[in-house]
């Protein structure tokens, strides 16, 4: 069975860091494109960022600069190390994977709290 399981969230202040991971398993890692996406109280959910079977990164542009989406095909496991975090940031982060056009798997979640 597909899993997908999010570490890494927590409470921190503005200004701070954070290094979230998402480890797949039931999946073929290297064959699926993986996102991270975010959804905060009373809005949608957003994607963040997302990186394609070939490496290549994308990130919207309210995190350009300050988040960096990558990947380690040899441990499954996504990443998404954000930078400078404003309260704004703050969310529930799910990861997802990506076969041909269709997000189809989604992890749990991990709540980060940006204080200011």
């Known amino acids: 069975q597909v899993q997908l399981v999010e570490s890494g969230g927590g409470l921190v202040q503005a200004g701070g860091s954070l290094r979230l991971s998402c480890a797949a398993s039931?999946?073929?890692?290297?064959?699926?494109?993986m996102g991270w996406f975010r959804q905060a109280p009373g809005k949608q959910r957003e994607l963040v960022a997302h990186?394609?079977?070939?490496?290549?990164?994308y990130h919207t542009d309210s995190v350009k600069g300050r988040f960096t989406i990558s990947r380690d095909n040899a441990k499954n496991t996504v990443y998404l190390q954000m930078n400078s975090l404003k309260p704004e940031d703050t969310a529930v982060y799910t990861c997802?994977?990506?076969?041909?056009?269709?997000?189809?798997?989604w992890g749990q979640g991990t709540q980060v709290t940006v204080s200011s």
């Open positions: 997802a994977s990506r076969e041909y056009f269709l997000w189809n798997n």
């Open positions: 039931g999946i073929i890692f290297s064959a699926n494109g």
């Open positions: 990186i394609t079977s070939s490496g290549s990164a």
